[in-house]
């Protein structure tokens, strides 16, 4: 009974390959997040969907594009991986834009 | 913008000991202040929180208490435990609009027996 879920655990890639990563919460909630950790452990905000709109867009590149089928999943695809996107990627998810977030377990990602 | 500054890590203690983990904000406005706890290969808790000045947020021992003249949230513990060990954010959300939370770098506590 995961709350917050995401696949896969671990991924290793080469450089410039496509991968997507998933991300699913049970808890009913409307509002999704995704965020990268650095391997200083420095945890940054980079896309929120509330009932599946787009709320908050960082200055991300556009290799990166969240997908949301619905409110339960927020999927991460990221095009022509770079050695820069090697991190560890959280989802979230809170009831409304302001209430207790909610993490996964995270995604590492390894960008060879 | 609005930031938050934590202490460099890593910090270690032995058990028992009385820990504070020092974190302070910028803000236009008057934020929330949380803190959360991730354990080694795990994602993040909220710890604590609080949402106006001071306020006191507590949990399993920790506690914290917004302080708005000095735009502080420290973190402490009277008697940390070797399962305490994890790392620390401090953390802050503005209370209008859609936006996101903005964390601190962390901090690294380990807890020896």
């Known amino acids: 009974d995961t709350a917050v879920s995401q696949t896969p655990k671990y991924l290793v890639t080469q450089m410039g390959n496509d991968k997507s990563i998933k991300c699913e919460q049970n808890?009913?909630?409307?509002?999704m997040y995704w965020y990268k950790q650095d391997s200083k452990k420095f945890l940054k905000i980079m896309f929120s969907?509330?009932?599946?709109?787009?709320?908050i867009n960082e200055t991300v590149p556009n290799r990166f594009s969240p997908k949301s089928p619905d409110k339960a999943h927020l999927n991460l695809h990221i095009n022509s991986l770079e050695l820069g996107d090697s991190a560890v990627y959280f989802c979230?998810?809170?009831?409304?834009?302001?209430?207790?977030?909610?993490f996964g377990p995270g995604t590492r990602l390894t960008v060879l | 913008g609005n930031s938050v500054t934590q202490m460099e890590g890593p910090v270690t203690l032995s058990e028992e000991a009385f820990l504070t983990i020092n974190c302070t904000y910028t803000?236009?406005?008057?934020?929330?202040l949380f803190w959360y706890v991730q354990y080694p290969g795990e994602g993040l808790q909220l710890l604590l929180k609080?949402?106006?000045?001071?306020d006191k947020g507590s949990n399993k021992g920790f506690e914290a208490t917004y302080r708005k003249e000095t735009t502080s949230f420290h973190l402490e513990k009277g008697s940390v435990q070797v399962s305490d060990s994890a790392v620390y954010f401090c953390?802050?959300?503005?209370?209008?609009?859609?936006?996101?939370?903005?964390f601190g770098k962390g901090t690294r506590l380990s807890v020896i027996a």
């Open positions: 803000a236009t406005g008057y934020p929330s």
């Open positions: 979230a998810s809170s009831q409304a834009t302001r209430d207790e977030q909610f």
């Open positions: 808890l009913g909630h409307d509002t």
């Open positions: 969907y509330n009932n599946k709109e787009l709320i």
């Open positions: 953390a802050l959300r503005m209370n209008s609009g859609n936006t996101p939370l903005v």
């Open positions: 609080a949402t106006k000045a001071d």
